[in-house]
C-alpha cells in the first residue's frame, strides 16, 4: 500500500494528486493508494481518499505503507522517517497557491542531501522517483530535539 498525505493546510495541492492518479491510471503502480487529502477537495476512481484520520488510524496507515508520499510537511516527513519508511516528498509551492511561501522546499533540500528522502519535483515523473527506491536505502533519522533542549536549558540557567 501506498500513502500519501497532503496535511491540513488549508491550500489545495491537487497537483500532487493529478501526479498519483495519473501512475495510478497508467499502471505505473500497482498497489493501493489511500490519500489522506485534508483540505484538498478530489475525487477518483482509483485512489482512496479521506480527508482527515485519527491519530490511532495514521499510524496505523503509516504502519502498513510500504511507501509514504507526502507533502513536505516536517510531522508527515519525521514520521515516515522515524517508521523506517522510504519517503517521496512533494513540497507545497507559492506559484501554484499550494502554501503561503516556498518554507517546504528548503525542507526538503535538507532532507534529501542527509540522504533520508527522495524529492518529487515540478516538471518530474513520479514513476521514475518511485523506480529510484529500489536503488535507495534512507539513512536513518535521528532527531536533535535532546540536545536542543538541553542546549536551551544550559543557556537559561547560565543567564
Known amino acids: 500500500m501506498?500513502?500519501?498525505?497532503?496535511?491540513?493546510?488549508e491550500l489545495p495541492f491537487t497537483r500532487l494528486l493529478d501526479e498519483v492518479e495519473r501512475i495510478k491510471l497508467e499502471r505505473k503502480v500497482d498497489d493501493e493508494i489511500?490519500?489522506?487529502?485534508?483540505?484538498?477537495?478530489?475525487?477518483s476512481e482509483v485512489l482512496f481518499i479521506k480527508p482527515f484520520v485519527s491519530y490511532d488510524e495514521m499510524d496505523e496507515l503509516f504502519n502498513k505503507a510500504r511507501l509514504i508520499i507526502t507533502h513536505a510537511g516536517t510531522g508527515s516527513v519525521i514520521t515516515g522517517l522515524k517508521k523506517g519508511k522510504k519517503v517521496i516528498a512533494a513540497p507545497r509551492l507559492k506559484a501554484h497557491g499550494e502554501h503561503n511561501d516556498n518554507h517546504q522546499l528548503e525542507l526538503v533540500q535538507v532532507f534529501e542531501s542527509a540522504g533520508h528522502?527522495?524529492?518529487?519535483?515540478?516538471?518530474e515523473k513520479l514513476e521514475e522517483i518511485i523506480a529510484n527506491l529500489n536503488n535507495f536505502e534512507p539513512k536513518p533519522f535521528i532527531s536533535q530535539k535532546v540536545k536542543m533542549l538541553t542546549?536551551?536549558?544550559?543557556f537559561i540557567e547560565k543567564n
Request: net charge neutral; aromatic share 6%.
Open 2 to 9: 501506498i500513502l500519501v498525505l497532503l496535511g491540513t493546510h
Open 34 to 43: 489511500i490519500v489522506q487529502s485534508g483540505h484538498t477537495k478530489y475525487s
Open 117 to 123: 528522502i527522495l524529492t518529487w519535483n515540478e516538471g
Open 151 to 154: 542546549l536551551l536549558k544550559d
